[in-house]
């Protein structure tokens, strides 16, 4: 290998013109660590906040940084010997950007606690874009929802990258999902799972639902989160997952007789290990919107950025 490696840094924050190629050292591999030769990244609309600033509690990186959690890739470096992901394992997993370098280059050095082996089934483009994603969806509906045969949820924004795992993973363990969507994403959506799709253009959310146990809250909208407490059954679950604050929002679902949490996503090898399992036996699939090269990733942020992506955006790194 090299000394030095293709990478994608921002040395200030700002919009997405603040993304800038470079040529930077290679990672250094300390401890448990992996390091990986990277095939392919996910863009998240979290690497949006930290490269403008506002991420707040979840991090702010220190310029010169490199953004990016999602990627797929290569094993070129393990711990020891006896490790199971030695050099040349194909590997799927999130980065720890902003407290570390990120995905947004040919190599990354992670944990070997937030990497697993990659589904056979996904090239790694398509790999790329599971992880933080769908390990924010089995967060939400496995161990916040604990979504069960018979349970009622709406998803807020199921079309999205994490939207698209939560519909399918809260229908795969039996629950009845109701979701928001634009009209041209109904039928894929009905596909994934959606026992009904709301055109959230048409008429308030709130006229065509009531009485849901879960309510997952994926737009960063105040309003509408507050409006999804009058859909609650009393003593329902509101789940309010962007990062941005939300004032009072918690007292208002008390107030309510509802409860309420927001939710932080941690990686974990044995939740990828089986969502791989998941996507390789078909129960889970992943849909990628578009992919752009490596040095091209402005434009994707900027795509991102305007709320209508179906699926995910993945960065082309390297050949497969």
Known sequence: MTETMR?????????????????IPLPDRLGCEVLVKVAAAGVNPFDLMIRAGLAGSCGTAEVPAVLGHDFSGVVVESPYAA???????????????????????????VSSLSVARKPKSLSHVEAAAVPLAALTA???????????????????????????FVVQLAAYFGARVATTSS???????????????????????ESQVAGVDVVINLVDDLDVATRSLGVLRRGGLLVHVPLTPSPGLAALA??????YTGYAVAPDATVLAVLSRLIDSG??????????????VADAHSLLAQGHTRGKLVLKVSEE
């Open 83 to 109: 490790h199971p992901l030695q050099p040349g394992v194909e590997v799927f997993g999130v980065a720890g950007a902003p407290r570390t370098a990120g995905s947004y280059a040919e190599y990354v050095s």
């Open 7 to 23: 990478a994608v840094v921002i040395t200030e924050n700002g919009g997405p013109e603040v993304l800038e190629p470079a040529t």
């Open 138 to 164: 089995w967060g939400l509906v496995v161990d916040v929802a604990k979504a069960h045969e018979g349970q009622r949820i709406l998803v807020h924004a199921g079309a999205g990258g994490v939207g698209h």
């Open 183 to 205: 009209p041209r994403n109904a039928g894929w959506l009905r596909q994934l799972g959606a026992e009904q799709v709301l055109d959230y253009g048409a008429e308030p959310f």
């Open 254 to 259: 008390e107030e309510a007789g509802m409860r």
């Open 283 to 296: 129960d889970i699939n992943v849909y990628v919107d578009d992919v752009y090269d490596l040095e091209d």
